[in-house]
């Protein structure tokens, strides 16, 4: 059994910052790439920051410079730091798992970040 369980979204001014959390279970962690996406209203689901499993980091070109993507391979979690929120990034954000090999992805439930005055 594979869970992935967001945590960490909420509300924020513009401005301001949240710390996003994807605690995973039933997984090896280390054989998997971890990545951030997001989906906002009327949008397609995009791309915000991924980590290779040999740690290699990419994000979108509109969050470089705000937010950043770790992990801690002693929980099996993964993070996003983000900071300097703006409105355009409120968005649904979902965990995604992505074993190499067999090319399938896993996903959280997702978690709102509003960004808002």
């Known amino acids: 059994q594979v869970q992935l369980v967001e945590s960490g979204g909420g509300w924020v001014q513009p401005g301001g910052s949240l710390r996003l959390s994807c605690a995973s279970s039933?997984?090896?962690?280390?054989?998997?790439?971890k990545a951030w996406y997001r989906q906002a209203p009327g949008k397609q689901r995009e791309l915000v920051a991924r980590?290779?499993?040999?740690?290699?980091?990419t994000y979108a070109d509109s969050v470089k410079g705000r937010f950043t993507i770790s992990r801690d391979n002693a929980k099996d979690t993964v993070y996003l730091q983000m900071n300097s929120l703006k409105p355009e990034d409120t968005a649904v954000y979902y965990c995604?798992?992505?074993?190499?090999?067999?090319?399938?992805?896993?996903w959280g439930q997702g978690t709102q970040v509003t960004v808002s005055s």
């Open positions: 980590i290779s499993r040999g740690g290699e980091i």
């Open positions: 995604n798992f992505f074993r190499v090999l067999l090319r399938k992805n896993y």
């Open positions: 039933g997984m090896i962690f280390n054989i998997y790439d």
